[in-house]
């Protein structure tokens, strides 16, 4: 069974600062679909950023990044220039190509200090 | 452009009690999600459909669970006999055919069974 790991339970970030978020994951599959949802408090889930396992290129959209090392089943989300919306929980996911669930990791908690 | 929408968003019964909740999915999406997410824990699944056919259940899925979308448009969970381990969020998402990758999720219904 593929698992999902976020070591960090809770990280702090000064606002205008860069945030690195730690996964790491284990499959045995060869073609996945990895994801960074924000889950703001008392507010719905949504999708940060995707990545294809196939694709070498790391995921960039605006100030979030990914550096997915496959070989090292590692997927971190960097956050560049910190604002005080991004203060949220953040899940790591895993979807096997072909599959239709998400497995998720426990999260970490992002507080940005003004 | 409406999101996917869950009702009620909070639900308080007692112990022993059925409930249900209704999800309805973004127009269009033909496939639908449940998850439940205990306090601090990221979302576990719990069943998927595509149209109107139940594809995938999960183990966490026990008898007293049934989930159901009748017409492929919204769906409905209900909980028979309600257990205070049953207390939880459980989100719905969806994804659209040409899309299934990108699951949208809804605000989520909060269950409290006393």
């Known amino acids: 069974a593929q698992t999902v790991t976020q070591s960090q339970p809770e990280m702090s970030v000064q606002e205008a600062e860069t945030v690195t978020l730690s996964c790491t994951y284990d499959t045995s599959e060869s073609d996945y679909y990895l994801f960074w949802y924000k889950q703001p408090p008392s507010r719905q889930m949504i999708l940060v950023i995707r990545q294809e396992a196939y694709k070498q290129q790391n995921a960039t959209e605006n100030r979030f990044s990914v550096n997915f090392q496959k070989a090292a089943k590692s997927f971190s989300l960097k956050i560049s220039d910190s604002q005080l919306g991004d203060a949220a929980m953040y899940f790591c996911?895993?979807?096997?190509?072909?599959?239709?669930?998400?497995?998720f990791g426990a999260g970490t908690i992002l507080r940005v200090k003004s | 452009d409406t999101g996917v929408s869950q009702n009620p968003r909070h639900k308080i019964t007692k112990r022993g009690q059925n409930v249900t909740f209704r999800c309805d999915p973004i127009s269009e999406h033909n496939r639908l999600y449940w998850y439940r997410q205990t306090l601090g824990q990221g979302p576990e699944f719990l069943t998927y459909?595509?149209?109107?056919?139940?594809?995938?259940k999960s183990r966490l899925l026990s008898d007293r669970f049934s989930a159901e979308r009748p017409k492929g448009s919204f769906s409905t969970l209900e909980i028979q006999r309600t257990e205070q381990g049953d207390s939880a969020m459980y989100l719905c998402?969806?994804?659209?055919?040409?899309?299934?990758?990108?699951?949208?999720f809804g605000p989520g219904t909060r269950l409290t069974v006393t």
């Open positions: 998402a969806s994804s659209a055919r040409d899309r299934p990758r990108e699951q949208y």
């Open positions: 459909f595509q149209n109107e056919a139940q594809l995938e």
């Open positions: 996911a895993y979807r096997r190509e072909g599959g239709n669930k998400l497995v």
